[in-house]
């Protein structure tokens, strides 16, 4: 989750210059040529159900594919600081879903730590944001979101269906895991994104002009496809193999603190000490969630 924010910070000026659906092309066939040799299956791997081959279409559609068009989507039409505050609610849609369809059973000191990790994405967004250096201003004007409008409540929906949409993909994943190893999960929802991107990457690249990408460009798209299709997945699989999926829920509170932390180390942007006192909140709320409980499990 840590890397996921960083790379998500690190990826508007990609945005700026790929369209969106095309970039998403992009980063799924990076991603497939880097996991070619995942997606042999391992000798000691049962085969595939019908079961688990929907399962992976679902994780892939739900947690790459629409998670990303709904989030963008909803930024544009409501603005940064509303999808802060929505997006706080993916620890307790993974929780509320994992107690749900999994069955598993959520401590208090589970469910105790995730209001602070929502408290504390919650402050994080309401804070009044520091005015950036001046060196920085032209530059992040180029991607600022637009701020209000008359469907801001589109967005509103947009961004609570991208919390469900990675909530699911947190549930969903917990059950592959059972299965499938975490590298096969990885390489298979990949190219699965590939090909539900496909027909609008084709079309897209048809009038881009790529030649107008510089060298730099490029070597960020190549960190941002292996970080976002090969590394990220395979870390947050192998960890649900262990991990309580209403536990792990929790964790998708480094998205946006780690976001924050490269918007003031790398692009020079400043938070207020409301919006650090919100950091150690959401950090509060990990250790909560993920200190042992004695005498039972949480799942």
């Known amino acids: 989750m840590a890397l996921v924010g960083s790379y998500v910070a690190l990826s508007k000026p990609l945005a700026a210059v790929f369209p969106v ?21 391992p000798l000691h791997e049962p085969p595939m159900t019908r079961q688990t081959r929907w399962l992976l279409f679902w994780e892939s559609f739900l947690g790459n594919f629409l998670f990303t068009l709904c989030m963008i989507s909803g930024v544009q039409l409501s603005g940064a600081v509303a999808a802060g505050v929505i997006m706080a609610a993916i620890p ?13 059973r959520v401590a208090q000191q589970v469910w105790a730590g995730v209001a602070c990790a929502v408290l504390g994405i919650g402050l994080l967004a309401m804070a009044p944001e520091a005015a950036p250096p001046a ?6 004007a180029r991607f600022q979101a637009v701020p209000h409008g008359q469907l801001a409540w589109l967005g509103h929906l947009l961004l ?24 096969r999960i990885s390489a298979l929802i990949n190219l699965w994104g590939f090909v539900l991107s496909l027909p609008f990457g084709l079309w897209l690249a048809w009038g881009f002009d790529f030649r107008a990408v510089s060298p730099g460009l490029w070597l960020l798209l190549v960190f941002y496809a292996l970080a976002a299709c090969m590394w990220t ?11 309580p999926a209403a536990q792990a829920g929790v964790f998708t509170v480094f998205l946006p603190i780690s976001a924050a932390l490269v918007g003031v180390l790398v692009l020079g942007e400043r938070l207020s000490a409301l919006q650090w006192a919100a950091l150690g909140t959401a950090l509060l709320g990990v250790v909560l969630a993920t200190w042992p409980v004695r005498g039972r499990g949480l799942a």
């Open 135 to 140: 060196a920085q201003a032209s530059a992040q």
């Open 160 to 183: 609570l269906a991208a919390v469900l949409c990675e909530a699911s993909y947190a549930v969903i994943g917990k059950k592959l895991t059972a299965s499938l190893t975490p590298r």
């Open 92 to 104: 307790a849609a993974v929780a509320l879903l994992s107690w749900v369809l999994l069955r598993e």
């Open 233 to 243: 997945v395979w870390l947050w699989m192998t960890g649900l193999r262990s991990v």
């Open 21 to 41: 659906l095309l970039l998403a092309w992009l980063r799924f066939g990076i991603g497939a040529l880097a996991m070619l040799h995942w997606l042999k299956r």
